[in-house]
Structure formats: C-alpha cells, structure tokens
C-alpha cells in the first residue's frame, strides 16, 4: 500500500513526544542531544519557556485574521526587525521558499518599475540552496532537486561561489541582482569569505543590480550576530529569513531596504497566512529572547568553545573527519566516510546531527546550550569517531 504520508523524506526510524531545551525524547523512551535543531529552527531550544508562554497566551486570543486587516503583531515584529538590521520593510510569509519567493519577484519588480523590464535575471552560486518551490529549485541549479521536473523556470544563472571574476562575467543587461547564502549550509557548510560578501556589494552597486543574501539558515544568531551579514561590514538590498525566526512555529519574512521594496505596493503580492497573530507572537518572543543583552554574546563564546572542542576531537581521527568548517553554531564535518553513517552512528550514540551536501555532517545546536551539554556532544563525538576509526 502507497504510505498515508507521502513518502518525500528518507526519515530516521525514530519519533519523539517532548522536547526540554537541547534534548529531545523518543516514544521509546531514550534522550537525544539536540544538535540539529530541526534543520537550525528550534534555535532556543524546545519548549522554551518565554515562547511557551507567548503562544499559549495568544493561543487563547486570536490565531488568525488574514492580511485583509492590520496584524499588530507584524508592525511590532517589522519594527524590531527594522530596528536591528539594515532592512526598513519586512514582509512575512511562512518559510525559506516564500521568503525567497518574495526576494525573487522584489527584484525583477524594482527593475520593472524603474524603466528597466528587461532586468529579471538573478545570478546564483552553484552549490546553493533556496527552498523547493519552482521558483527556488530553479535559483539553486542543483540537478538533484531539478531532476523530473523540467521545464526549470528561466532566469537563473549560476557561478562558483566565492570567485568574483566569474560573477563579473555573468553580469548582463538583463541581470537584476545576485543571490548567495553567505554560509552556504545544505550545499555543504561553505562560509563565504567576507571579502567576497563585501565585494559582492561592490560589485551590484557599479552594475545597478541589487544584492540579496539569503540569511533563512545563517539568520538569527546561528554564524554569531543576529545575521551573518554584519561580519562582512556590508548590507545587502534584500533578505530573506526564516527556519529561526519563530523557533519552530513555521515563520518566513523577507526584509529589504525601502528602496528595494518600492515596487511591492498593494496587490503586488501576499499570502494567506503569512504573519498571522500566532506566527507573530512566536516571532517577537524569540527576538525578546534574542536581543536581550549578552544572549548572542554568550552564544558566541559558547559557539567558540563547542568549535575548539570539536576541532580537537576530529583532530584525532583524520582519516574519518577530514576538516571542520563552517561559523558560530553553524558547523560542518567534511567526513572521509559515508556522512549518512556517521550521522547514524552519532544518532545511535545519543547525538541528532543534520547532514548537508558535500559529504558533511552539520552541528545545529540551539544557542542555548552551555559547558555541560558541549562536553556530552564531545563526548559522543569521540566515542562514535573511536567505534567508525576501528
Ligand atoms: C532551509 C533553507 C531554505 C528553504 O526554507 P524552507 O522553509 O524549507 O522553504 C532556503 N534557503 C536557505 C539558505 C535554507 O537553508
């Protein structure tokens, strides 16, 4: 018989029913260290008390209104958005795609309303990952995720990421902006340098053409700052968040500067669901969590303490781990073996691990976690790295 859930994933055989912090319980009883954070979502953690409280109190007001009236909850979250970023708009929506979406029709839109219609083509790095929606397969140019499902929507070129020359051979009469992850982290966990990032803004100002950075999985903390954007000392015209946004309640927005924005007027765009009240309460309390002073410092230092250690632990196993990468709480390991089995091994072991394209196993732990929780991921790292080394 055809599954009653559609069979889309390759899932773990394992399902949980609670969640405290950075661990997480299955239906069978065991304790897992969280260090997946439901693909860099639940980034303060399970059940969070603040966020527990925020949508339980407004669970019992009002879920949803649409966006054919006013969302109070919107205007308070653009507003600390707006006030902590280069953006002066946001638009909300419910995922990475959508927000990419959003980035999508912004640009062409921009060119489109400054006399310039045949500005629609958006350069994008190989190796990129934008969601799975038409659109954002497209914009990622990954055979994996196109395969079967041609025609590909026109206007996406694709250059190797990090290499400014072969970008500036890209760019055309027809370019409307340039599309990277700053980390790029399905493809793989590869940190742009920032003087790529910086260059890249450069580089879009000479043309005209506008820089959007997709910050769905670097947003929010996860590479140190609230986004990763503000280690390359420049702004980008657009960007989309999500994935930490609202904590695990699924929240998409793509901010932008007022003058990127200005073809999205009424009618231009929207969605149903997009920054309903529920959404929005998650949202503002994980940014009350977020900005509260120190919180990112914290997660810094302990980022900083998670990443030596790491280092030092893979250091003994080169031929299983051939290097760490990647920044903050965003880390990759580059494995020698299969990196599905070792992220078996470390499940097994008691540690949830992501894994990314390149051969990569990803460490997402929630920002929250400090010394004791680093030593037990440490610990299982070594213990499985021993057991895989055999
Ligand atoms: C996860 C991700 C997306 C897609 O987000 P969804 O919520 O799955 O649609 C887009 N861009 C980046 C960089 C991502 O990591």
């Known amino acids: 018989m055809f599954p009653v859930v559609m069979p889309t994933y390759a899932r773990a055989d394992v399902a949980f029913e609670r969640g405290e912090g950075a661990y997480l319980w299955s239906t069978d009883g065991r304790r897992f260290l969280d260090f997946g954070s439901g693909v860099a979502v639940t980034s303060l953690g399970h059940c969070h008390p603040h966020l527990v409280s925020a949508l339980q109190a407004q669970a019992g007001k009002l879920w949803h209104t649409s966006n054919l009236y006013r969302v109070p909850g919107q205007e308070k979250v653009a507003a600390k958005l707006v006030a902590n970023t280069f953006a002066d708009t946001v638009f909300f ?3 990475g795609a959508e927000a ?15 006399g310039n219609p045949e500005k629609v083509e958006i350069i994008c790095a190989t190796g990129a990952f934008h969601g799975r929606t038409l659109g954002t397969i497209a914009a990622g140019g990954q055979e994996k995720h196109l395969k079967g499902f041609a025609p590909v929507m026109p206007g996406f070129v694709h250059v190797p990421f990090g290499n400014l020359n072969e970008l500036r051979a890209a760019i055309t009469p027809q370019t409307a902006a340039i599309l990277v992850e700053p980390v790029q982290g399905e493809g793989g966990v590869v940190a742009g340098d920032p003087d790529y990032l910086k260059r ?8 005209g053409v506008l820089l ?3 910050e769905v999985q670097t947003g929010m903390g996860r590479t140190g700052p609230l986004f ?18 609202g904590g695990g309640f699924p929240v998409g927005a793509c901010l932008a500067t007022a003058a990127a924005a200005k073809g999205l007027s009424a009618g231009a765009h929207g969605s149903t669901f997009g920054g309903n009240p529920l959404a929005m309460a998650a949202a503002d309390a994980v940014l009350d969590v977020m900005l509260e002073p120190g919180f990112l410092d ?25 290097q760490v990468r ?5 880390i990759g390991l580059k494995c ?33 976690i400090r010394d004791a929780e680093i030593e037990e991921a440490l610990d299982i790292l070594t213990r499985t790295l021993s057991e895989v080394n055999k």
């Open 93 to 95: 929506c419910n995922s």
């Open 100 to 114: 990419n979406e959003c980035a999508i029709k912004m640009a062409r839109k921009y060119h489109y309303d400054s």
């Open 200 to 207: 890249l803004r450069a580089t879009a100002d000479e043309f």
């Open 212 to 214: 959007i950075f997709d």
């Open 228 to 245: 990763a954007y503000e280690w390359t000392c420049v702004t980008p015209d657009i960007m989309p968040v999500a994935k930490g946004l």
């Open 298 to 322: 914290g997660a810094k230092a302990m980022a900083a303490k998670l990443r030596q250690g790491v280092e030092a632990v893979c250091g003994q196993f080169p031929k299983v781990i051939e």
């Open 326 to 330: 990647g920044v903050g709480m965003l």
């Open 336 to 368: 020698l073996i299969p990196n599905t089995e070792l992220q078996a091994k470390l499940m097994a072991n008691g540690l949830l691990t992501v894994g990314a394209g390149d051969n990569v196993v990803r460490l997402l732990p929630p920002l929250i």
